[in-house]
């Protein structure tokens, strides 16, 4: 059963930005990496952003470096995806996963053993 909830999605214009949080029901372990993944209609399900648990380690996909930001709170252990400069083709379903044991930086679907429902973000021209 799942316990990864993302919250934030929504519709926005070109140029603007959202925030997405990922919130757990599970304690997040130093073992962790906290990925976001999207997919837009019709396309598989693409790697967005990974932050590692223990150290804050982090990567990108080459379309949104630069323009997205990945970040964890300890405290309330929620990963947040910072998004800015947002283009029609960012338009997707944005998933939050975990990979419960690393052992590399994650950007493998399969890496992944835990995922959200998901949560839509739509940026209109």
């Known amino acids: 059963q799942g316990h990864l909830v993302e919250s934030g999605g929504g519709t926005v214009q070109a140029g603007g930005s959202l925030t997405l949080s990922c919130a757990s029901s599970k304690h997040i372990f130093s073992t962790y990496a906290m990925g976001w993944f999207r997919q837009a209609p019709g396309k598989p399900r693409e790697f967005v952003a990974v932050?590692?648990?223990?150290?804050?380690?982090?990567d990108y996909a080459d379309s949104v470096k630069g323009r997205f930001a990945i970040s964890k709170d300890d405290a309330n252990n929620p990963v947040h995806l910072q998004m800015n400069d947002l283009q029609p083709e960012d338009t997707a379903v944005y998933f939050c996963?975990?990979?419960?044991?690393?052992?590399?930086?994650?950007?493998?679907?399969?890496?992944?053993?835990?995922w959200g429902q998901g949560t839509q973000v739509t940026v209109t021209s």
């Open positions: 932050i590692t648990w223990s150290w804050g380690s982090t």
């Open positions: 996963a975990a990979d419960t044991n690393y052992v590399h930086l994650p950007v493998l679907e399969a890496d992944y053993d835990s």
